[in-house]
């Protein structure tokens, strides 16, 4: 899905301060506050918004070491079931299926290096699990981000909204609100307007 400059705005307002409301945003953008809801929404409903939970450090949880784990699974299990297993172990706080040596890559998270073997243990006891190998993070360097991807896309769209000649933001969404028209009044079922 494409996004333009108000999108990519709103993202990072959102992400950076994710417990502002709807109102604050407009104002801050300023745009109605029809249009922010509107565009949260279609940006949630669109699956470009994943959530609004909030982001919860492991480490102030007690569990200070993270580890990536890889594993070889049989072949005759596939991915799906190992999968929904590794689901079942708290500590194990991604798993992605991968190429190259390995079939899964698993992010784990541990309160002390024994603990670890301890986490270590329980996912190699996970039926369909061959063998494991691990490495521990010593630091996060880059930790997850989404930000730069959304001011890259959003910077992509505005950049052919200019050479098309139309205004960046100016979709006809925005267009559709004009004066004296007020998009989203009312609480819609689904919509985000509690945040």
């Given at each position: 899905?494409?996004?333009?400059?108000?999108?990519?705005?709103?993202?990072?307002?959102?992400?950076?301060?994710?417990?502002?409301?709807?109102?604050?945003?407009?104002?801050?953008?300023?745009?109605?506050?029809?249009?922010?809801?509107?565009?949260?929404?279609?940006?949630?409903?669109?699956?470009?918004?994943?959530?609004?939970?909030?982001?919860?450090?492991?480490?102030?949880?007690?569990?200070?070491?993270t580890a990536f784990v890889t594993l070889q699974l049989?072949?005759?299990?596939?991915?799906?079931?190992?999968?929904?297993?590794?689901?079942?172990?708290?500590?194990?706080?991604?798993?992605?299926?991968?190429?190259?040596?390995?079939?899964?890559?698993?992010?784990?998270?541990?309160?002390?290096n024994t603990d670890l073997q301890r986490v270590i243990?329980?996912?190699?006891?996970?039926?369909?699990?061959?063998?494991?190998?691990?490495?521990?993070?010593?630091?996060?360097?880059?930790?997850?981000?989404?930000?730069?991807?959304?001011?890259?896309?959003?910077?992509?769209?505005?950049?052919?909204?200019?050479?098309?000649?139309?205004?960046?933001?100016?979709?006809?969404?925005?267009?559709?609100e004009g004066p004296g028209r007020r998009e989203g009044?009312?609480?819609?079922?689904?919509?985000?307007?509690?945040?």
């Amino acid at each position: 899905m494409a996004i333009d400059d108000l999108d990519g705005r709103l993202i990072e307002l959102f992400t950076t301060e994710p417990r502002i409301g709807v109102l604050e945003a407009s104002r801050r953008l300023k745009v109605a506050r029809g249009t922010v809801q509107a565009r949260l929404d279609r940006l949630a409903r669109d699956g470009v918004i994943a959530g609004f939970g909030p982001e919860i450090d492991a480490a102030a949880l007690g569990y200070g070491v993270t580890a990536f784990v890889t594993l070889q699974l049989r072949q005759a299990g596939g991915h799906d079931p190992v999968a929904a297993r590794l689901a079942q172990v708290p500590e194990v706080i991604e798993a992605h299926t991968i190429t190259g040596p390995g079939d899964m890559l698993c992010r784990v998270v541990a309160r002390s290096n024994t603990d670890l073997q301890r986490v270590i243990d329980v996912i190699v006891d996970v039926a369909g699990v061959e063998r494991a190998s691990s490495v521990i993070s010593l630091a996060t360097q880059v930790p997850y981000r989404t930000l730069p991807l959304v001011r890259a896309a959003s910077s992509r769209r505005n950049a052919a909204s200019t050479r098309k000649g139309t205004a960046p933001g100016r979709d006809a969404e925005t267009r559709r609100e004009g004066p004296g028209r007020r998009e989203g009044s009312g609480r819609r079922e689904g919509s985000a307007e509690t945040w």
